[in-house]
T-cell receptor, first 108, second 113 residues
Framework: KNEVEQSPQNLTAQEGEFITINCSYS?????LHWLQQHPGGGIVSLFM???GKKKHGRLIATINIQEKHSSLHITASHPRDSAVYIC??????????FGEGTQLTVNP | SAVISQKPSRDICQRGTSLTIQCQVD?????MFWYRQQPGQSLTLIAT?????????ESGFVIDKFPISRPNLTFSTLTVSNMSPEDSSIYLC??????????FGQGTRLTVV
């Protein structure tokens, strides 16, 4: 079993829909990161969480430390949100362990 | 924040040759991380590059295949040696100061033919 599990693996939505991507982990962590990867390969950090909830524009990230679970929400989705979203947990020595990623496609 | 310039962005190489990937950070960082992302898979840590000491390699990765240099606190290189088609991947460098946002280079898309 992977230390970081994401669901769903693939997600197709219509423009405007509310989207949720889930991440569960099985190890002790110091922080959890949500990342966005575009087709060219570059990765952008969306959030770093150690507790509670963060919001940036149409993106919301939550984490429940006791349940070892985090969610990334996208409100009013848009085709430009189409990308791979990756959950990564930070453990000792600032190392990151990555989930498999969720391929999101938002259709106009 | 940190801005990382990684190059080359992509390359097509003959098997048996070597490719060196460079990452330049716009600020001093203690640790830099090198990752590999094989097609359709997530990122896997190759090694942690510390300035002034040898890199620390993860299980399955060895220095002879992936030599790393870290001459100062803003620069690192990863070499993929004696390449085979199985080395075709995206390679990324990253910095993460611990409990802060992680920053990534633009990635190097390597194809070995």
């Amino acid at each position: 079993k992977n230390e970081v599990e994401q669901s769903p693996q693939n997600l197709t939505a219509q423009e405007g829909e509310f989207i949720t991507i889930n991440c569960s982990y099985s190890v002790g962590i110091s922080a959890l990161h949500w990342l966005q990867q575009h087709p060219g390969g570059g990765i952008v950090s969306l959030f770093m969480l150690s507790s509670g909830k963060k919001k940036h524009g149409r993106l919301i990230a939550t984490i429940n430390i006791q349940e070892k679970h985090s969610s990334l929400h996208i409100t009013a989705s848009h085709p430009r949100d189409s990308a791979v979203y990756i959950c990564a947990v930070e453990t000792s020595g600032s190392r990151l362990t990555f989930g498999e990623g969720t391929q999101l496609t938002v259709n106009p | 924040s940190a801005v990382i310039s990684q190059k080359p962005s992509r390359d097509i190489c003959q098997r048996g040759t070597s490719l060196t990937i460079q990452c330049q950070v716009d600020s001093q960082v203690t640790m830099m991380f090198w990752y590999r992302q094989q097609p359709g898979q997530s990122l896997t840590l190759i090694a942690t590059a510390n300035q002034g000491s040898e890199a620390t390699y993860e299980s399955g990765f060895v220095i002879d295949k992936f030599p790393i240099s870290r001459p100062n606190l803003t620069f690192s290189t990863l070499t993929v040696s004696n390449m085979s088609p199985e080395d075709s991947s995206i390679y990324l460098c990253s910095v993460n100061r611990g409990n802060t946002e992680a920053f990534f280079g633009q990635g190097t898309r390597l194809t070995v033919v």
